[in-house]
């Protein structure tokens, strides 16, 4: 009889309960905190598993608890949001998607892994994996934005950098597949809402993404707090136990959100403990995060015949399978056993500063005034060019904000023959204007501006929906004056935009000379900005969202489906606002570079294709520009006859190549003819046969696109 088996025969009801009971620590001066409990159940077995403790040291002592102090000596599973890095920040999900890049969300999440693992952590929650197409919904900055393709591909990287390729080693940890699923189109973009979404586009837009962390062996998987068409995500048997577990063989353990077992009292489909905890066994949900619902509710339960001892102890098998998948049966301590060297750390915040750099997009650069020339006198303007802190965006894990670089110190560093004047004009969020006139001054006496305005950090993330996206407080009012006073100065204003979203300021994009959105972009911001200010790298970041134009565009996406009543200037009755232009003001893709580059050439073989063919897509690119730089071509594909109406675009790849001045290269892409299927009106993979257009170019406007067309053979 294997180890878990035997387990499971040996435990009281209690014990089992236990196991199923994750509950929130600290670590006090004191002593260790635990939310609602004491070390006492630990001890006796009646709780398994931890959140939110960090330190080896502190981690250890919990487990010497667990595995030395109880019955059965059963290891504590201990997690930990790390969404982005864990002491070393990188950049946050949404900002890290705009590299485009697998093997750089591979290798920070595998640093991030390495550095946590080393704290004595087994358990991340993440990655998150939620599709959003609305910038009101803060927790779009924890994800990969609009697209499902791309969300696959990072879910893959994210998860294998994450577990690594053995999962009891002692730098691995397991993954949490996040929020299952449909979290992103919640009501008004407002957190936490009711979602309601018709089948199609939960099985084409927000179930791929995590399809691809199953296929890639995920751990775990964690709920959603909202409901799905009247049904909370924490109580849904067709999905959680019917996509998830039978038709895509997920055998892992599904742990609840923060109290969503007990909230689905408020979500009305349970009138108590007993009912709620009835209902997320009886889904699959294995883990009651921090509601205590099922050690409160399960034994009542369990006697009035709601749940059977079959379906505890399934679960139990699941978390103890874990438990030992992770190693922790056989070394409970091996994670947090050595110190990381200096060396080690120096060498994540290189890396960390790297994908910074390469996070950043380069919305506007009116008459190429970016990069820097050689400047005597610098003004930084504005609450975030000196806000270390902000940097870390509203997921900061276990970092110390004192270690982050803001802008000021990354251009100090930067340029130290340059004198740099720093103004804040005004706070973050504040009313206050008193600051501005100081601000405004500091035109008159440098030679350039690098004004820095944004969101706060916490303005981004879990509970941080907005419904205004403008600059936050007084910063519009300190924005124009620097702008116009620069104006009459004749001289150059670059803006470094922080957010967790596409902000909707149409007016700073026309205004500025140059825009960098920097996100928020972990421990290395200041320098990775820097970097691209000062022209050591040039910007390569691609918008994994579009920028509206007006907050009554949202949501505005690339692949929404043709209208019957395409959009016609010269005819009333099409569709179109009548006060702005349909598009985004910077597409799916969008990102300017160093370089000047030049599509051309596209070629598409075989031009009729079979199920089983590899359709490759061949396209020219020069750099005319006088820098090296880096240009990223987007493959598109659209189906112009299908028995259901397909998106007028469609990811299906991406490349990159770096040129030099006045050299040309060719970026060659791979398209698998069976991701040309789509579900059919049965939702079911269909494969028919008809024209498939083939669309290339530098981001999600169909004007600067390349066309070919293939025709699909049955």
């Not at 030395?68 to 950049?91: A, K, M, Q, V, Y």
């Not at 969300?151 to 080693?169: E, P, Y």
């Not at 849904?236 to 599904?254: A, C, Q, S, T």
């Not at 825009?515 to 022209?535: K, M, P, R």
Request: proline residues 6%; hydrophobic residues 45%.
């Amino acid at each position: 009889m294997s180890r878990v088996e035997t387990l499971i025969g040996q435990m009281t009801l209690a014990e089992k309960l236990g196991q199923l009971t994750m509950t929130a620590s600290s670590y006090a001066v004191t002593g260790p905190i635990i939310a609602g409990d004491s070390t006492e159940s630990i001890k006796d077995g009646t709780l398994g598993n931890l959140l939110n403790m960090v330190g080896a040291d502190h981690v250890h002592e919990m487990q010497r608890l667990a595995v030395e102090g109880s019955r059965l000596g059963i290891p504590l599973l201990i997690g930990l949001d790390i969404i982005h890095g864990h002491r070393t920040l990188f950049p946050m999900p949404l900002a890290e998607a705009a590299t485009f890049d697998p093997g750089a969300w591979e290798l920070t999440a595998r640093e991030a892994a390495i550095e946590a693992a080393a704290d004595g952590l087994a358990m991340t929650f993440a990655p998150m994996l939620d599709v959003s197409r609305d910038p009101r919904w803060g927790r779009g900055v924890e994800g990969p934005g609009e697209d499902p393709w791309l969300a696959g591909r990072m879910a893959a990287a994210k998860v294998r950098g994450f577990q690594g390729t053995d999962l009891s080693a002692a730098n691995s940890l397991a993954a949490c597949a996040k929020h299952f699923c449909a979290y992103g189109p919640v009501t008004a973009g407002r957190e936490y809402a009711a979602v309601d979404i018709s089948e199609r586009t939960l099985h084409e837009i927000h179930l791929p993404a995590f399809a691809a962390a199953i296929a890639s062996d995920v751990a775990t998987v964690m709920p959603s707090f909202t409901d799905l068409a009247g049904i909370p995500m924490t109580a849904h048997v067709g999905l959680l136990r019917g996509w998830l577990r039978e038709k895509h063989g997920f055998h892992g353990v599904i742990v609840s959100d923060y109290n969503a077992i007990g909230e689905l009292i408020n979500h009305g489909v349970a009138t108590d403990l007993v009912e709620a905890a009835t209902l997320a066994l009886k889904a699959g949900v294995d883990i009651d995060m921090m509601a205590d619902a099922y050690r409160r509710g399960l034994p009542t339960a369990l006697e009035r015949g709601m749940v059977t001892m079959v379906e505890i102890d399934a679960a139990v098998r699941r978390v103890l399978t874990l438990k030992e998948r992770l190693g922790l049966f056989d070394d409970p301590y091996r994670r947090g056993s050595k110190s990381e060297m200096p060396a080690t750390v120096a060498n994540r915040r290189r890396i960390a500063r790297e994908v910074a750099t390469r996070s950043i997009v380069m919305l506007k650069n009116e008459l190429e005034v970016l990069p820097f020339g050689p400047l005597r006198t610098i003004a930084v303007i504005g609450p975030l060019a000196n806000a270390p802190t902000e940097m870390g965006g509203p997921w900061a894990a276990a970092a110390n904000p004192a270690e982050h670089v803001g802008v000021l110190a990354g251009l100090c560093s930067a340029l130290p023959g340059s004198e740099i004047l720093h103004e804040a004009g005004v706070d973050i969020e504040s009313e206050a204007t008193t600051g501005i006139p100081a601000a405004v001054g500091l035109c008159d006496r440098a030679e350039v501006i690098v004004l820095c305005v944004g969101e706060a950090a916490n303005m981004s993330g879990e509970a941080a929906s907005r419904a205004h996206l403008d600059l936050p407080g007084q910063q519009r009012a300190c924005a124009a004056a620097v702008l116009e006073r620069a104006k009459e100065l004749g001289k150059q204003v670059i803006v470094v935009l922080f957010s967790g979203r596409p902000l909707v300021i149409p007016w700073l994009f026309e205004k500025a000379d140059a825009v960098l959105a920097a996100w928020f972009l972990g421990s290395e911001a200041g320098n990775a900005i820097a970097d691209v200010l000062t022209g050591r790298v040039s910007p390569s970041g691609r918008t994994p969202m579009a920028w509206p134009r007006a907050v009554g565009q949202i949501p505005v996406f690339f692949g929404q489906r043709p209208s019957g009543r395409p959009a016609n200037p010269q005819d009333h009755y099409t569709s179109k606002y009548l006060d702005v232009p349909n598009e985004p003001l910077f597409p799916f893709g969008h990102g300017l570079t160093y370089g000047r580059f030049v599509l051309s050439n596209l070629r598409v073989t075989p031009d009729h294709v079979l199920e089983s063919d590899t359709i490759e897509v061949r396209i020219d690119v020069t750099n005319e520009g006088t820098r090296a730089a880096q240009e990223t071509v987007f493959l598109f594909t659209h189906d112009k006859v299908a028995n259901v109406t397909r998106p007028a675009l469609e990811l299906k790849g991406f490349g990159k190549i770096a040129l030099e001045p006045g050299a040309s290269g060719t970026v060659t892409l791979q398209l698998p003819a069976t991701q040309l299927r789509f579900l059919g009106l049965d939702l079911k993979s269909v494969f028919e046969p008809g024209e498939v257009e083939i669309l290339v170019g530098p981001c999600a406007d169909r004007a600067r696109l390349l066309q070919a067309s293939v025709q699909l053979v049955v």
